[in-house]
């Protein structure tokens, strides 16, 4: 009786001390779990303040304060986009599709304009040097059409076999 009194005694302890420790676990994940939350929260709060870097909506630019415009008529103006991200400028897009080729607006922040020169100026070599080094493909391949279509093409196909000859 004695030996089985103290084996009682031994599991009740131990499921007693691990009823404490999971009562404290889940406590500290508690505490844990809402410094995390306040953490999350001022990171969000950081990320909202923070400007945004590429293309935007207007209406998110301008609550910056003033805002400046370019004049383009490249219709390849999703090729600037990595060049603003390269030179962390926040820009908007806005088409002027009265006139003819349409022209494009892009604004962007005022205190930006440094920037925005340089991005425009590697944006300008940039496409001047693709279309000096780089034919276009389509081109080329036009032009292989029209050689093609002036080749003369022999008609007759003799096959020559092996064999005796009689």
């Not at 897009?93 to 892009?106: C, F, G, I, N, R």
Request: proline content about 4%.
């Amino acid at each position: 009786m004695i030996v089985s009194e103290g084996v009682t005694n031994i599991q009740e302890d131990i499921e007693n001390r691990s009823i404490a420790l999971a009562i404290k676990t889940a406590k500290v994940t508690e505490q844990v779990l809402a410094k995390a939350l306040v953490v999350l929260v001022q990171k969000v709060n950081q990320s909202r303040n923070a400007p945004k870097v590429g293309k935007q909506s207007y209406e998110r630019l301008s609550r910056g304060g003033d805002l400046s415009n370019v004049k383009i008529t490249d219709d390849n103006i999703k090729a600037f986009d990595p060049i603003a991200r390269e030179f962390k400028i926040g820009y908007s897009l806005k088409k002027d599709a009265s006139t003819e080729p349409p022209t494009w607006y892009v604004f962007f922040k005022a205190k930006d304009a440094d920037a925005m020169t340089a991005a425009f100026t590697k944006f300008t070599n940039r496409t001047l040097k693709h279309q000096v080094d780089k034919p276009s493909v389509l081109e080329t391949m036009r032009n292989f059409r029209e050689k093609m279509k002036n080749v003369v093409r022999d008609k007759i196909k003799v096959k020559h076999r092996g064999g005796p000859e009689l």
